[in-house]
């Protein structure tokens, strides 16, 4: 039994790596984006304009990887920077009309189906399935992996 077991949690593991690794293919068809390259697209959307500081705090992304994802966001004309009229120090972040119209056309992310399904449990169930999920990280020996808050394969600031 308890290799049967085993093998559907094996199984499950399996299913959810690749949902992760369809949504990606299917975000990077549609838009040209990477999932983390989406969030940073959509959260300097949401703001209006930002800084990158910010949109690593909100993201729960390192400042290294925002700047690195905003550097391609820029050059493929998707977001505008340039330093802040009060404070020369500070650089703003804007989303252009092309950004816009990739943002318009831009499938759900995984993780925004997840959140939305997922803050619809109870409290006793959310709280059992991130138990379980931590337990495996243990399990898995990711523990101590630096991870954002997003459903991808791979590291947060690939260059593609």
Do not use: C, H, Y
């Amino acid at each position: 039994m308890n290799k049967e077991i085993t093998t559907s949690t094996l199984r499950a593991i399996r299913r959810i790596l690749r949902a992760a690794d369809l949504n990606g293919r299917k975000l990077s068809g549609a838009t040209g984006l990477t999932p983390s390259q989406l969030m940073v697209l959509q959260e300097i959307e949401r703001r209006g304009e930002t800084t990158p500081s910010t949109v690593a705090s909100a993201l729960q992304f390192g400042q290294a990887t925002v700047t690195n994802i905003v550097d391609r966001l820029v050059a493929g004309g998707l977001a505008t920077r340039q330093r802040s009229e009060r404070d020369k120090r500070q650089m703003i972040l804007r989303v252009t009309p092309e950004g816009k119209e990739i943002l318009f056309q831009a499938p759900d992310l995984l993780q925004q189906r997840f959140r939305s399904r997922f803050e619809e449990l109870p409290a006793w169930e959310q709280a059992m399935i991130l138990a379980a999920l931590e337990r495996l990280s243990d399990l898995l020996e990711a523990g101590d992996i630096d991870a954002a808050p997003l459903i991808d394969t791979g590291v947060i600031d690939r260059s593609q």
